[in-house]
């Protein structure tokens, strides 16, 4: 379908002259972005703070004593009306202010802030070495359409699509470090003060499972995207032309599978948000997901705000740039443009 | 309503297919066990019998988790909540997306507009995310995850069910329907619904599957179904210290877990071909019916 309108808009572009429509799309999906993230905040406002019943003790529980029943209220405004305490939350927010932790008194921005760097790194490494190894599994699948690679190839795939990360992330420690084999550590707490990229050892197994769980997804649609490509009429046509078929697949199949694959690698990185939660859970990883995890079980409310926060302008921010990506990718609106 | 069995029809074809035959095989056995498995428990599974991560015996055949409790049966009764909590969780967000999706496919112009921006807000949370997020201040109940899942699942079956009912509002048969004076609520169930069904069906696999994933990721972070009941998501958290002394308490879960999400998903695969004659998988559905925004961008250029 959506090749279909791309072939259309090549002849509407070559048409419509001078102003590149890009800039345009560009400007209208930030600005977009930045609704979508305003009205997330409103949701994530109300799960936590706006829910009938009093916030203050839902985080206290039995340890609710009248000063500490107040220091909360104080801290979370919560002596005030609802939309007056929404306004200070995102006023702070905007300051870049996000208030501070009730567990332990230290501003959210510091605590988080370097697990944020943390998590970045696991999403991009697992997320690169996914791709590039998912993707050239792909492309050689569909070269050798029909062939026992293929076939058992995308049998595994449809197998691995369906795991959970704590599945694979736990079939990893049994086999690498605690049954099988004893090569890796289970447990990837990297110590404070060190960067991730200083502990590569810790790294391999967060970030194997992470790349085990994204990767069948992107060698089905390389894969399919391929196969698609050598069955159009210009791959024809170059090998009508009597091109070698190496010349063939990477020179003229391959640059058109491009699109498709990007937008499952930015569907991918965006299920890399909610798959770092648990993976840094089991792996004890000072990332944003681990400390998600602990921000709910204390029901630490400044934590937990900032955090999803985090995740989810992660989120807008990544589709954008993959819509653009894959616009700039097809070389159907290159050669229109 | 016409066509009221087609879906049956597709199902049957499906089950038939050698992906189908293997993905029912593999989850029909598992989810067997798990409604069964309640009534034949040998033991308590609440209760503590043996030693601490005591290794198999012949009287407790997979040994005894972190609190001296029988692993079999455990395994065995700890399957049919969250199966029930999955079923419940992907029955809601697949039918309220059915009903956005469509929705905003039929009336198209600001409902369609509004919807799709609610929709694009929803899709911001990770599902997992999303689920903590509710459970975090209102504490993890059973019929709050339930809700908390389904509500996650909503907005991608919407997308999805809006670019199948696209096409279908434009076709002939719509607007006579129409013209005879058919209320819009008619047309909308009586003949958009049962022309985008093979795509419901196809989410409804999916989204059942994503379901197990998700509650018991939760589970085994600690915020699904609470202790001491049995859950397969939980025991392999609980168990995961005592990996050496008795592997099985972890492997078993986990393995029930795996062949169940391989078998759901291979069934669902077989479901998306037979009902589709194309060579994709499921997934690759759901891209092209524009879930990463895509189709609207592409289209915005084009415009």
Redesign the interface.
Known sequence: ??VL??R??AV??RGFGRRH??VR?VV??AC?GV???W??SV??FA???A?P?N?AY?VLGHTATPQRLQAVEAELHLNRPVVSQYESWIGGVLRGDFGSSLANGESVAALIGPRVVNSAVLVVVSGVIGTLIAGALGVLAAARRDSWFDHVASVVA??V???????VA??L??LFS??VLHALPAVSAIPPGSEPWQNLKELVLPVATLAIVIAP?IF??AR?AM?EAMESDYVEMARLKGLTRRRVLLLHAFPNAIP?VV??V??NL??L???I??VE?VFNYPGVGAA??D???N?D?PV?QFV?LV??AF??FV?II??VV??LASPR?RTAG | MRGGWEWLGLLARAARTP?GVAGITLAGVVILLAIVGPFVAPHQPTVSVTATFAPPSSAYPLGADDLGRDVLSRVLAGGWLLLAVAAGSTALGVGAGVLVGIAAAYFGGVTDGVLM??V??????????FA????????PHVWLILVAVGISHAPQVARVVRAAALDVCERDFVRAVELLGAPARRVMVGEVLPNVLSVVMVELGLRF?YSI?II??LS????GIQPPAANW?LM??EN?IG??AN?WA??AP?LL??VL??G???FT?AIARTSLGV???A??LA??AG?????A??????R
């Open positions: 379908m959506s309108t791309a259309m808009g509407r572009l429509p890009l799309l209208m999906r977009l609704v979508t993230l009205l997330v949701v994530i799960a936590t703070q829910l019943g916030a839902a449809l197998g699509t369906a795991l959970p990360e704590f599945v736990i079939a420690v049994i605690v049954l997804y089905r649609m399919g196969v498709p937008q499952v930015g569907l965006l299920y948000a909610g798959g939660v648990v859970y998600l995890v921000a709910v079980s029901r409310i937990i999803v995740l989810t989120y807008v589709n993959t819509d894959a616009l609106r | 992906r921006r609610l694009d807000v929803l899709l911001a949370f990770p599902q997992l995310v903590l997020l509710l459970v975090s201040v209102l504490g599957t994933l018991a990721g085994f972070l600690g915020f998501g392999i958290n995961r990996l050496v592997p972890v492997v986990v877990i795996a999400t391989i759901l998903n291979t695969d060579e994709r998988p997934e690759q891209v092209v879930v990463s925004g895509e189709a961008s592409l289209g915005e250029v084009v």
